[in-house]
């Protein structure tokens, strides 16, 4: 069976871009922990930099773990091929820098990634690049600080950590009307809940360090572009600026990745049972999760994704005494930040993730200080429930 034909996620996690190895068949992909190749004379030496052998050459160029890697994500993606990068970050990083000059102007949701903002507001800037975060669950906030000079879209939805959804057909459609580039975060959700090269996307990137490789113990990234040419252009950027990731770390994403189809089934059904225990609890003021009827865009929610995801922010009753209570009061979920592993953590944004985005911001992107944030993971309902019940009883 080709792998083009492959339908399913739970498939494609397995067998996309992974096939025995043809010298002994060796099932599972061999780590090529190799920085340089041999080349078997000077004339295919010069076929491969002259990109008529697709041999390879060095491994910040490419290796055959990393490309395993590579063409298992952009298939869950339906992309024309990945670049796996060292961590998120660099994914972000190598983008823009591939697409924005001197003199352009980005526009991204308020709520992003927290070193997401940073990095383009404080870092970018010294570059000359310019940006404006905004509410882009709402059209009109994106339109109104559309420039001259603007050249992408950035978008995060379901957002960090406020979980506001943003209309990825909607936003695709503004783009493509202003010639802009639509790269979309799609780190919360994964490619098993949402595909955003299917609703329009130019560009999605992930941090592979969540749930994709979902077992906490790995940093990466990747970037999936829609056409040729965008990868061509990502590619060649990203192998000379050398944010590219190891055939290890590659391995054992590709390891993790097998069972994200499974680990999706069972973390969002906590997160919809978690997020219901929340709503009824007296201790509780407010609770965002996007399976919940009570989210303002429950509607959009069940239209752009196959599923819920498993993030889940809520409000305790009492504000930020009583959110440190209850994350000083768990058991079993663990305080850290991170998210997308088998674990349950828990964790206080506005002092933590972030924290390097200023008050004002950060209250005009919904991210209050009563905010605590759980990313739920693949333990039992009954135990997490038990566990999250007992914290909400320190609160007086
Ligand atoms: C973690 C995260 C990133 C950054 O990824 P790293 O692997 O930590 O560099 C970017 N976007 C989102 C939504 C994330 O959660």
Redesign the pocket.
């Known amino acids: 069976m080709k792998e083009k034909t492959f339908r399913s996620p739970y498939t494609k996690v397995i067998h996309a871009g992974q096939h025995p190895d043809p010298l002994f068949g060796g099932v599972s992909v061999p780590i090529f922990q190799s920085s340089t190749f041999a080349f078997q004379s000077a004339e295919q030496g010069a076929a491969r930099f002259a990109g008529q052998d697709d041999g390879y050459i060095y491994t910040r160029i490419g290796n055959p773990t990393t490309k395993a890697l590579e063409d298992c994500v952009a298939a869950l993606e339906g992309g024309c091929g990945g670049l796996a990068t060292a ?6 990083t190598t983008v823009c820098l591939s697409y924005l000059n001197q003199g352009d102007h980005i526009i991204g949701t308020a709520a ?2 927290g ?2 903002r940073t990095v383009l507001e404080k870092e970018f800037s010294r570059f000359g690049i310019e940006a404006d975060f905004v509410d882009t669950s709402g059209l009109s906030n994106i339109t109104a600080c559309l420039k001259r000079s603007t050249k992408m879209l950035f978008i ?1 939805t379901p957002a ?1 950590p406020t979980l506001i959804l943003t209309d990825i057909r909607a936003c695709s459609r503004l783009c493509k009307e202003k010639g802009l580039l639509l790269v979309v ?1 799609n ?2 959700s994964s490619p098993v809940v949402q595909r955003p090269l299917e609703l329009g996307a130019d560009i999605v ?1 992930h ?4 749930f994709l490789n979902g077992h906490s113990d790995v ?3 990747m970037i999936i572009p829609k056409e040729k040419s965008d990868f061509d252009r990502l590619r060649k950027i990203l192998t000379l600026m050398g944010g590219t990731m190891d055939p290890h770390q590659a391995w054992l994403v590709l390891r993790g990745v097998k069972t994200l189809a499974l680990r999706m089934d069972k973390c969002q059904k906590n997160a919809l049972e978690v997020a219901s225990f929340l709503s009824t609890h007296p201790k509780v003021i407010w609770v965002n999760y996007p399976g919940l009827e009570s989210h303002p865009q429950y509607a959009l929610a069940k239209e752009q994704m196959d599923g819920f995801g498993s993030m889940i922010c809520f409000g305790p009753k009492g504000g930020l005494e009583s959110g440190r209570r209850v994350i000083n009061s768990v058991k079993l979920c663990t305080r850290a930040v ?3 592993g088998v674990e349950t953590l828990i964790e206080h944004p506005a002092s933590m993730t972030h924290a390097g985005v200023p008050k004002p911001e950060r209250e005009k992107a919904g991210i209050t200080d009563d905010l605590v944030r759980i990313s739920v993971g693949c333990e039992g309902e009954e135990d997490l429930i038990a566990d999250l019940d007992q914290a909400l009883a320190q609160i007086p």
């Open positions: 961590s998120g970050m660099a994914a972000i992003v990634y070193p997401t995060e960090n975060d780190t919360f990137i941090s592979l360090t969540k940093v990466g990234g991170s998210l997308g």
